[in-house]
């Protein structure tokens, strides 16, 4: 048994059902229901034109330079702490340097004293000199490698986590054409 149009004031059978809106409709009511049903495609038509010409206006050059003027900022900001980091340990391989000299120079004296006083006593040892011998040796060696090498600095790579800069990758919808069909069957 066929239904009535859904339109309230119709007493005609419904000869379609629209599965876009489920409503049975009449031939009368359906080629209206389509017709405002078409009605809204040039606007949405005129709708995708100007995207289309915004689109195409699109200068992809500036806009890839207004956010690489982030990564600049973030590359700037980044030689900023690495320079400063490097000048803090350029004072402190200085002070190490100045210290450790400085520590050479005071065993040098120490000697220079001790020597002296073994010179003034006239009083010296077999023990004395191979003592004296032997601190002469390991202070030689010492400023030697100390002249040659400065002191132990070990440095690492630096290690950049890819993290650290996220870049978003396309986050718009993909419009699926096929998804668009007709809405409309027609009872036989």
């Known amino acids: 048994m066929s239904s009535l149009c859904t339109i309230d004031t119709c007493k005609r059978k419904s000869r379609v059902l629209c599965h876009c809106c489920s409503q049975n409709l009449c031939l009368d009511h359906l080629k209206k229901h389509n017709d405002l049903i078409n009605s809204q495609l040039n606007p949405l038509a005129d709708e995708i034109n100007i995207l289309h010409n915004q689109m195409s206006a699109l200068n992809i050059d500036e806009i890839i330079d207004k956010c690489r003027q982030k990564l600049d900022k973030w590359r700037h900001d980044c030689h900023t702490i690495i320079d400063r980091f490097y000048e803090e ?82 986050t718009s919808n993909e419009l699926d054409i096929s998804t668009l069909s007709l809405t409309i069957n027609f009872m036989i």
Do not use: M, W
């Open 89 to 170: 340990k350029c004072q402190e391989l200085q002070q190490c340097c100045v210290q450790q000299a400085g520590q050479k120079r005071k065993k040098i004296h120490q000697l220079k004293l001790k020597t002296n006083e073994l010179i003034q006593e006239q009083e010296c040892t077999h023990d004395d000199i191979f003592s004296l011998k032997t601190t002469i040796n390991d202070i030689k060696r010492d400023v030697n490698q100390f002249e040659e090498n400065g002191i132990l600095v070990d440095v690492y790579p630096l290690i950049i986590n890819q993290n650290l800069v996220y870049i978003e990758e396309s």
